[in-house]
């Protein structure tokens, strides 16, 4: 009976868990000691992919799906009528060291619905977490949803024992969140933000002293968007991605496409669910933002508010901004060479590198790994062909959309497949 319904809370509580998509663990590099469990040291968990390929998994699952708000996306939210369930700190601490042992995990991401009291929930999230480490000698990756309005105290202790900490900031904006939300404020969230923020600061520069200084997060902190529920462009979006870059050192922003789950005139209509597509192209903007150099008012501004289908963000740019080129592959800084369609920050070390030794051409480009299918139409180098054409953005365009493929495609062109 007892294990009957374990299982029963499992399927709830894992189910409910879905929606958080936060739960990368890239910077971890928490070691085995003393004959314990686990080793996160440079993995990545939750079924994300680590740099040499591999796929790893973790136990995600929600403390419980009890909730005291009623915010309008949520599918715990109060007045939800669902099934609920919560398990107990013991059950979550079993669960977990049961499945490593079977070789089924390789660490734990633990989230809960509000009940009680942000510090009420909180404190059994660290419970949870600190009895691992502590009574198990569980050395595995663990992330901890940060409640939000937890006390200052409860997130010192939370980043001992977790290797990252997120807040989901849910709604991108302020009014976004007055709207779908009322009974939370903005400052719910930044407030445990801002501490984790200032604990990781000050572990990092008492560590350069004292080396035997506690770990305090070493994964950093992550958030989490709700993009299409509140009606936000996609520029409002970004600006708000990079407010929480710049501001608390978020390791990470996701972008989770809101799921119409309920009829409520504040929300979008059942069946109206966000294209993956849309996520795809604000992942690839946060890309070139965080390591190409783009600023989001490069990418995105009044004019054009919301990213194309049809073209990734840096093409995008790049044809609306054909001043800038053709580009001498030969002589051009780094800068300027990362901000070309179809080359990435390998290729442009390689050629960096390669043209030390001489001129390249495209027959070296291709074997560097440019994309030359988009590349060739913003370059020049020591080859002829593409120097001399006079093609407009438009035309240009069309050819690349011509000879290229992409999963997305059929999702927003119904004529292409015409022909």
Not at 125 to 142: H, M, Q, T
Not at 373 to 400: Q, V
Request: aromatic share 10%.
């Amino acid at each position: 009976m007892m294990f009957d319904r374990i299982k029963e809370k499992l399927n709830i509580l894992a189910d409910a868990a879905k929606y958080d998509v936060s739960c990368s663990s890239s910077g971890s590099n928490r070691k085995n000691t003393k004959n314990g469990l686990g080793n996160s040291d440079g993995m990545g968990i939750c079924h994300s992919y680590t740099e040499d390929g591999r796929c790893v998994s973790l136990l995600k699952i929600l403390l419980t799906n009890h909730c005291i708000f009623d915010c309008a996306y949520c599918v715990t939210r109060r007045s939800n009528d669902i099934k609920r369930a919560a398990f107990k700190v013991q059950e979550v601490v079993d669960l977990t060291i049961n499945f490593y042992r079977r070789n089924y995990i390789e660490g734990l991401f633990l989230s809960s619905g509000i009940f009680k009291s942000p510090d009420f929930t909180m404190e059994r999230l660290i419970r949870v977490a600190k009895k691992l480490r502590l009574e198990e000698n569980f050395n595995g990756y663990i992330h901890l949803k940060s409640i939000p309005g937890a006390s200052d105290e409860l997130m010192r202790e939370a980043g001992l024992y977790a290797d990252r900490l997120s807040v989901n900031i849910e709604i991108p904006t302020i009014s976004g969140l007055k709207k779908l939300a009322p009974e939370k404020e903005h400052s719910d969230f930044t407030k445990p933000m801002t501490k984790v923020k200032n604990e990781i600061i000050l572990y990092k520069s008492e560590k350069k002293l004292i080396k035997s200084t506690p770990k305090y997060a070493p994964a950093g902190q992550s958030t989490q968007m709700i993009v299409g529920a509140s009606g936000e462009s996609d520029r409002e979006i970004m600006l708000s991605a990079n407010h929480y870059y710049k501001n608390y050192n978020m390791k990470r922003v996701y972008y989770s496409g809101y799921v119409p789950i309920s009829m409520d005139p504040r929300l979008p209509s059942l069946g109206a669910q966000v294209p993956m597509l849309r996520e795809n192209r604000l992942y690839q903007t946060d890309w070139l933002m965080r390591f190409y150099g783009f600023n989001v008012n490069e990418l995105l501004n009044t004019q054009f508010p919301n990213l194309d289908v049809e073209v990734d963000p840096k093409l995008s740019w790049a044809l609306r901004n054909m001043d800038q080129f053709p580009l001498d592959i030969n002589r051009a800084g780094k800068e300027m060479l990362l901000r070309v369609p179809g080359i990435g920050l390998k290729s442009v070390s390689k050629i960096i590198k390669a043209r030390r030794f001489r001129k390249l051409n495209f027959q070296h480009l291709k074997s560097i790994g440019v994309a030359l299918n988009r590349a060739r139409y913003f370059i020049i180098c020591d080859s002829r062909g593409w120097e001399t054409r006079d093609l407009t953005s438009a035309k240009i365009k069309s050819l690349i959309l011509r000879n290229s493929e992409g999963k997305f495609r059929k999702d927003y062109s119904s004529q292409l497949s015409l022909f």
